[in-house]
Protein backbone atom coordinates (compact mmCIF):
# COMPACT_ATOMS: atom_id res chain seq x y z
CA UNK A 1 0.00 0.00 0.00
CA UNK A 2 1.40 3.62 -0.87
CA UNK A 3 1.49 5.02 2.44
CA UNK A 4 3.70 8.09 1.01
CA UNK A 5 0.76 9.28 -0.89
CA UNK A 6 2.17 9.19 -4.88
CA UNK A 7 -1.20 7.23 -6.16
CA UNK A 8 -3.37 9.62 -4.17
CA UNK A 9 -0.97 12.53 -5.58
CA UNK A 10 -1.49 11.05 -9.14
CA UNK A 11 -5.01 11.04 -8.66
CA UNK A 12 -5.37 14.94 -8.04
CA UNK A 13 -3.02 15.42 -10.66
CA UNK A 14 -5.75 13.88 -13.29
CA UNK A 15 -8.17 15.75 -11.84
CA UNK A 16 -6.04 18.79 -12.06
CA UNK A 17 -5.46 18.32 -15.58
CA UNK A 18 -9.34 17.64 -16.54
CA UNK A 19 -10.07 21.16 -14.83
CA UNK A 20 -7.66 22.55 -18.00
CA UNK A 21 -9.74 20.39 -20.07
CA UNK A 22 -13.48 22.03 -18.66
CA UNK A 23 -13.80 23.60 -21.90
CA UNK A 24 -14.18 20.64 -24.30
CA UNK A 25 -15.64 18.44 -21.38
CA UNK A 26 -19.26 17.70 -20.88
CA UNK A 27 -19.39 16.54 -17.37
CA UNK A 28 -22.89 17.14 -16.61
CA UNK A 29 -23.32 14.46 -19.51
CA UNK A 30 -25.25 11.02 -17.80
CA UNK A 31 -22.40 9.04 -19.37
CA UNK A 32 -19.57 10.81 -17.83
CA UNK A 33 -17.75 9.45 -14.94
CA UNK A 34 -14.56 9.79 -13.31
CA UNK A 35 -13.84 8.44 -9.59
CA UNK A 36 -15.04 11.42 -7.26
CA UNK A 37 -12.39 11.19 -4.50
CA UNK A 38 -8.58 8.98 -4.85
CA UNK A 39 -10.01 6.18 -2.44
CA UNK A 40 -9.53 4.03 -5.50
CA UNK A 41 -6.19 5.36 -6.71
CA UNK A 42 -5.00 5.23 -3.49
CA UNK A 43 -6.57 1.81 -2.32
CA UNK A 44 -7.10 0.04 -5.22
CA UNK A 45 -4.53 1.48 -7.43
CA UNK A 46 -6.93 0.78 -10.36
CA UNK A 47 -9.00 3.85 -12.41
CA UNK A 48 -11.54 3.83 -14.78
CA UNK A 49 -14.17 5.87 -16.29
CA UNK A 50 -15.85 7.59 -19.23
CA UNK A 51 -15.18 11.32 -20.35
CA UNK A 52 -17.55 12.55 -23.02
CA UNK A 53 -16.62 15.42 -24.96
CA UNK A 54 -18.21 18.58 -26.21
CA UNK A 55 -18.29 17.22 -29.49
CA UNK A 56 -20.37 14.07 -28.05
CA UNK A 57 -17.28 12.08 -28.43
CA UNK A 58 -16.09 10.09 -25.89
CA UNK A 59 -12.90 8.15 -23.98
CA UNK A 60 -13.69 5.27 -22.23
CA UNK A 61 -10.02 4.32 -19.68
CA UNK A 62 -9.09 2.01 -17.10
CA UNK A 63 -6.01 1.46 -15.93
CA UNK A 64 -3.54 0.40 -13.06
CA UNK A 65 -1.01 2.56 -10.92
CA UNK A 66 2.48 0.95 -10.30
CA UNK A 67 5.56 2.19 -9.60
CA UNK A 68 8.53 2.35 -11.62
CA UNK A 69 12.15 1.33 -10.86
CA UNK A 70 12.52 5.37 -9.43
CA UNK A 71 9.07 5.19 -7.50
CA UNK A 72 7.46 7.08 -9.97
CA UNK A 73 4.27 6.56 -10.68
CA UNK A 74 3.04 4.89 -14.06
CA UNK A 75 0.10 3.18 -15.34
CA UNK A 76 1.04 0.28 -16.17
CA UNK A 77 -1.61 -1.72 -17.63
CA UNK A 78 -3.74 0.52 -19.59
CA UNK A 79 -6.56 1.03 -22.45
CA UNK A 80 -7.65 3.94 -23.78
CA UNK A 81 -10.58 3.85 -26.30
CA UNK A 82 -12.03 7.16 -28.20
CA UNK A 83 -15.28 6.47 -29.89
CA UNK A 84 -17.00 9.47 -32.32
CA UNK A 85 -20.76 10.29 -31.51
CA UNK A 86 -22.10 7.25 -33.42
CA UNK A 87 -19.95 4.77 -31.00
CA UNK A 88 -17.54 3.80 -33.43
CA UNK A 89 -14.20 3.37 -32.25
CA UNK A 90 -11.61 6.10 -33.54
CA UNK A 91 -8.50 4.60 -32.06
CA UNK A 92 -7.62 2.92 -29.06
CA UNK A 93 -4.71 2.94 -26.97
CA UNK A 94 -3.66 -0.12 -24.81
CA UNK A 95 -0.69 -2.50 -24.02
CA UNK A 96 -2.09 -5.93 -23.94
CA UNK A 97 0.80 -8.33 -24.95
CA UNK A 98 -0.69 -9.50 -28.35
CA UNK A 99 1.30 -8.34 -30.49
CA UNK A 100 4.86 -9.02 -30.40
CA UNK A 101 5.83 -7.91 -33.91
CA UNK A 102 5.86 -4.43 -33.29
CA UNK A 103 9.03 -2.27 -31.93
CA UNK A 104 6.65 -0.78 -28.92
CA UNK A 105 5.31 -4.15 -27.79
CA UNK A 106 3.71 -4.52 -25.98
CA UNK A 107 2.16 -0.81 -26.39
CA UNK A 108 0.18 -0.37 -29.36
CA UNK A 109 -2.79 1.54 -31.09
CA UNK A 110 -5.54 0.28 -32.93
CA UNK A 111 -6.73 2.71 -35.43
CA UNK A 112 -10.27 3.09 -36.81
CA UNK A 113 -13.38 1.27 -36.53
CA UNK A 114 -13.13 -2.16 -34.96
CA UNK A 115 -13.30 -5.03 -38.29
CA UNK A 116 -16.40 -7.01 -38.28
CA UNK A 117 -14.66 -9.93 -39.40
CA UNK A 118 -11.02 -11.14 -39.60
CA UNK A 119 -8.14 -9.35 -36.91
CA UNK A 120 -8.14 -5.98 -35.26
CA UNK A 121 -4.74 -4.39 -36.81
CA UNK A 122 -2.58 -2.88 -34.45
CA UNK A 123 0.14 -0.24 -34.80
CA UNK A 124 3.38 1.24 -32.80
CA UNK A 125 2.10 3.62 -30.67
CA UNK A 126 2.27 7.57 -31.54
CA UNK A 127 2.12 8.36 -27.93
CA UNK A 128 5.29 7.62 -25.39
CA UNK A 129 3.78 7.36 -23.04
CA UNK A 130 0.55 6.46 -24.07
CA UNK A 131 -1.04 7.71 -20.85
CA UNK A 132 -3.94 9.06 -19.29
CA UNK A 133 -3.01 12.77 -19.97
CA UNK A 134 -1.17 12.00 -22.93
CA UNK A 135 -4.31 10.90 -24.85
CA UNK A 136 -6.67 13.33 -23.50
CA UNK A 137 -4.44 15.64 -25.11
CA UNK A 138 -4.06 14.40 -28.25
CA UNK A 139 -7.97 14.34 -27.94
CA UNK A 140 -7.82 17.82 -27.24
CA UNK A 141 -5.81 18.61 -30.51
CA UNK A 142 -8.24 16.85 -32.75
CA UNK A 143 -11.25 18.68 -31.56
CA UNK A 144 -8.99 22.15 -31.89
CA UNK A 145 -8.08 21.50 -35.16
CA UNK A 146 -11.89 20.84 -36.50
CA UNK A 147 -13.43 23.74 -34.36
CA UNK A 148 -14.67 22.02 -31.65
CA UNK A 149 -13.01 23.26 -28.78
CA UNK A 150 -14.97 26.27 -27.83
Request: hydrophobic content about 30%; overall charge negative; proline content about 6%.
Amino acid sequence: MPVDGRFRDYYWKLRTFLATKAAILDEEHDGYSFPEDDESAYYTHHLEGCLIFSDGTRLIFEFELALDENYEVIERIYFYGYYDQQGERVFQYDNAPNHPHLKTYPHHIHKGPRPKEGKDEAFDTDLTPANFIAVVSKIHNILSRRGSDP
